[in-house]
């Protein structure tokens, strides 16, 4: 069950390697200096973000140079209407590039799998293939924005790192969750 899976996530991550939540709304930070530094999503009830380009997860492991050591900023798990999501994110504040994103992403894939992994041999939650995972970018460079209209009839693909919806977005921007999943307001 995403819920009882999100809970134990929560107990088990250390909060120094968390994104900071609050009132709903998941705080995304990069250093103070890049031009995208600080995102807000908001509307998550049930969630854990953790931010994976600050643990160094594979740089204890791989050699330099290697593409499984690039981290995105963000793996999050979230329950919306009963439905387990995990959210790989990146933010970037220059125009993404394929050769830049996707191994971040992959990477953020992952380590998603190891924890689903953990939960399942250490904490005896049963982690069924049920969560539904989402890929995201965001960015403040200069490109045409591709964000969700409003009232969106065709949700994006962007269910693997290589189809990864990329959205242009303000520095400090809130940004709704039940929007990115294409769920009811």
Partial sequence: MPADAIKKLTEIIAIEKKHNYSSGSIGLREKPAAALNHVLVSGADNV?????????FADKVLVNGHNARRACDAVI???????????ILDLKSS?????????????GDCFAD??????????KIEVADGWQRRYFIFHCGNNKRTTLPEDVQNPPNNNRADKAHILLVNN????????LLNKPL
């Fill in 48 to 56: 854990v973000a953790i931010q994976l380009d600050k643990i160094g």
């Fill in 172 to 179: 400090g921007e809130t940004i709704s969750l039940r929007k």
């Fill in 95 to 107: 125009t993404p590039s394929d050769d830049n994103h996707i191994p971040q992403l992959i990477s």
């Fill in 114 to 123: 190891y924890l689903l992994a953990v939960l399942k041999r250490f904490e």
């Fill in 77 to 87: 798990f979230c329950q919306i209407d009963k439905q387990g999501f995990i959210l």
